[in-house]
């Protein structure tokens, strides 16, 4: 690899030298269709049909992911200790534990074959075997010395939905979703194909078979990492209650949220003070492999939240039976990691309703926390504190965006982005920075939008203004990350720096990918060129908070043209500390996360032991329609209230991008579609209409 120290490029802002200190993260882009695209089609056709062909074109697309995936490992090669502490650890027993992110495991649907209707949230089960051939034929590490571990939300109840139907009436463990195969069931994520690929690219005479480990997935035989020298293990990491002696609790350093956090031993290793847990448990090179995704909650999902979030154990209770210490519903199968706080401000929730408790004033009952960053902050220095190395290899092949649940709204968005890096600050504020500025670096400069961190990446946005007696549509910039503390306070918590620079490869046009203050492109014969997303990201759930220039200039319109207070109401519901801007700490103080964290609980638990659950599940959408509105409920709530504007704002944007136009149904002489906005009220009604009969409605 080049020394890049020192390198001028010439770009539309002038001479510069490229960027050559912090910490390195490799980028590698690759051709979308050549990859991963389509796969999930092709194995329907493989496993329905036997069609030969399609299998053998997923293994080409798979060829084509590692051939070209090396070029985000390779500066990790070549610029840090990566290939040393690797041949270290494995010399001292421990495996690579490669942790996708896998909400929900319904990657290939039981019924059609086809891509599940979670697999949008997925991790793809083809981008790890990729990954995992690299490490096996570049590093030598033998099949034998990995394995696969993961801790997703939903994998209990979609284990248990999965028994319910098999066709042989047997039990499908958790594990067994994850391989996507027990006998001829097929439903799950897909790690039975990542072994089978795995299998059919060993070199002759080859030992490790990656085939071993499969039927213990299968029967539910558990084995630790340490007693399976000759297998390839999955391990549910959420499994802690059947048998205590699989996890233990360790210290978190300046822990905010929590003091102590317990973990499967698969990740951690057994106790120090224990020769034959530690033998049995030697700890792991975690190799973290997050899907690229917006999200609900946090700025969007990335390395540090699939380690902050996807490591707590679901079924994990100290003080024993089913009161489980991180997940909700407790007494039953968990459903939702509602335990965690994820807002600031906690509510103190009635379990039979899912609602905050009042206070003698009528007042709801919080308690002030970290939040979600402090959450995930505080379970990753919990993991690095026991002296684990971890690697971060993100799959932004297909990013997703709109929405991460794995619900119909999101959208894969081809980027054929790879990034790896050693320092999960660094590379994850990389990714944000991508997935958040879709502008060229002379036309961010020229904003003077300061993204919290000293860069200037701003996000190109409609702006919705008074036109006459519409309110129509012009383009501005907005800056997510400039509302987001969590990479300032993971760094402040040791966990890395904000510093980077980049070295890699774009396999579309053959340049090597640098970055030049920061902003990602290629170089040509010593000339700069951009490399950003054409895709303007956001998640649905959270509009004002993402597109929050957006949604304020249109509540500033509506104000202007009804003589309304929205904005106001909306700023004081919100913005804690009356800066005119509402950040991602501030959520409100009705504890609006868990509420609905608890109350999807509930709901999604009951997949395990109801076979029509899925279908009531679809009426939970009702429990905050019905609790936004103090007349619509006994209790006189209004927790979800000043929250569901954000919807509202939502459904306007969207019926501002529609191809016709229409009057408005409330406010006279008001037109939306084509660029043009509705009134809230109108936006309500088809929000509402939709929620209840369907995306098709009217």
């Not at 399609?54 to 080409?60: G, L, N, S």
């Not at 690229?292 to 909650?297: G, Q």
């Not at 701003?458 to 907005?478: C, H, L």
């Not at 929250?643 to 149904?665: K, V």
């Amino acid at each position: 690899m080049a020394n890049i120290e020192g390198q001028r490029v010439d770009s539309p802002i002038g001479t510069h030298e490229i960027d050559s200190e912090g910490s390195v993260i490799g980028v590698a882009r690759l051709d979308v269709e050549k990859s991963y695209e389509g796969v999930g089609e092709l194995l329907q056709k493989f496993i329905n049909d036997s069609e030969v062909t399609a299998w053998e074109q997923i293994t080409a697309k798979i060829d084509y992911t590692y051939t070209h995936i090396g070029h985000a490992l390779s500066p990790l090669i070549d610029e840090t200790n990566l290939a040393q502490e690797i041949e270290s650890r494995l010399k001292q027993g421990q495996k690579l534990l490669f942790k996708p992110n896998l909400v929900g495991v319904q990657n290939i649907d039981p019924q059609t074959h086809g891509p599940g209707p979670i697999s949008t949230s997925c991790t793809e089960w083809s981008f790890i075997a990729a990954l995992m051939r690299w490490f096996h034929d570049k590093l030598r590490v033998s099949y034998h010395q990995m394995s696969l571990g993961e801790a997703a939300t939903l994998m209990p109840v979609i284990a248990g939905s999965y028994s319910m139907i098999h066709p042989e009436g047997k039990k499908v463990t958790v594990e067994a979703a994850l391989e996507g195969k027990s006998g001829e069931f097929y439903g799950g994520w897909g790690f039975y194909f990542v072994r089978k690929y795995l299998a059919e690219n060993l070199d002759q005479g080859a030992v490790d078979d990656p085939m071993q480990g499969f039927e213990e997935s299968v029967s539910g035989v558990y084995i630790p990492p340490g007693k399976a020298p000759d297998k390839l293990m999955v391990y549910d990491l959420n499994q802690i209650s059947d048998d205590p002696s699989r996890g233990r609790e360790v210290q978190v350093p300046g822990g905010i949220n929590y003091q102590s956090i317990a973990l499967h031993k698969a990740i951690i290793g057994g106790d120090p003070e224990d020769a034959d847990d530690i033998k049995a448990y030697p700890g792991c090179i975690l190799v973290n492999v997050p899907k690229f995704k917006v999200h609900a909650i946090a700025l969007f999902t990335n390395i540090i939240k699939n380690l902050g979030i996807g490591l707590y154990p679901m079924q994990y209770a100290a003080g024993g039976s089913r009161k489980w210490d991180y997940s909700v519903p407790r007494d039953q199968v968990p459903g939702m990691k509602g335990g965690i706080p994820h807002g600031v401000w906690v509510a103190d929730l009635d379990p039979d309703t899912s609602l905050p408790k009042r206070d003698s004033s009528g007042e709801y009952m919080v308690n002030k926390t970290g939040g979600i960053t402090a959450t995930m902050i505080d379970i990753i220095k919990a993991v690095s504190g026991q002296d684990i190395f971890m690697i971060h290899v993100v799959d932004g092949i297909e990013a997703i965006n709109l929405d991460h649940t794995g619900s119909s709204m999101g959208l894969r968005t081809p980027e054929g982005l790879v990034v790896a890096g050693l320092d999960p600050v660094a590379a994850d504020l990389l990714c944000a920075r991508y997935m958040f500025s879709n502008v060229p670096i002379d036309e961010a400069l020229k904003t003077k939008m300061d993204d919290g961190t000293g860069g200037f990446f701003p996000q190109a946005v409609p702006i919705p203004r008074v036109g006459g007696k519409s309110i129509v549509t012009e383009t501005g910039y907005d800056c997510p990350l400039s509302r987001d503390i969590c990479f300032k306070k993971a760094e402040e918590r040791g966990l890395g720096q904000r510093k980077y620079y980049v070295h890699g490869h774009d396999a579309v046009t053959d340049l090597p990918i640098v970055s030049l203050m920061e902003h990602l492109g290629t170089s040509r014969d010593g000339k700069f060129a951009d490399l950003i997303t054409e895709t303007l990201f956001f998640d649905v759930q959270k509009f004002p908070w993402d597109m929050q220039r957006t949604a304020v200039a249109y509540m500033e319109a509506l104000d202007e043209l009804t003589g309304s207070s929205i904005k106001e109401n909306f700023f004081k519901a919100y913005d804690e500390d009356s800066d005119g801007i509402v950040t991602y700490e501030e959520f409100g103080k009705k504890g609006v996360w868990e509420s609905v964290l608890h109350s999807s609980g509930r709901n999604v638990s009951k997949m395990a032991s109801d076979p029509l659950a899925y279908l009531k599940n679809a009426f939970n959408i009702t429990f905050i329609l019905k609790h936004s509105d103090p007349s619509m409920n006994a209790g006189n709530h209004d927790v979800f209230g000043d929250f569901s504007i954000g919807i509202q704002i939502l459904s306007a944007f969207q019926m501002s991008q529609m191809e016709f136009e229409a009057p408005d149904t409330i406010v006279e002489g008001l037109i939306w579609g084509k660029g043009k906005w509705p009134s809230l009220q109108t936006a309500q009604f088809f929000r509402m209409g939709m929620t209840i009969y369907g995306a098709g409605f009217p």
